[in-house]
């Protein structure tokens, strides 16, 4: 919903694997980390 693909894992689905190449530019690098930042947010403003 927010642009972000990223994958679950871990032996209780705990766990965000974030698949970067290593040829990611810095802008599209940080612009992810601010929506992981933005949805962990959203997720502790509601627990």
């Known amino acids: 919903a927010?642009?972000?693909i990223l994958l679950s894992c871990g032996v209780y689905g705990n766990v965000i694997r974030f698949l970067a190449p290593l040829t990611i530019p810095?802008?599209?690098?940080?612009?992810?980390?601010?929506?992981?930042?933005?949805?962990?947010?959203?997720?502790?403003?509601e627990a």
């Open 2 to 4: 927010k642009g972000l």
């Open 26 to 45: 810095d802008a599209v690098f940080g612009e992810a980390l601010d929506i992981i930042e933005a949805s962990l947010r959203e997720c502790a403003a």
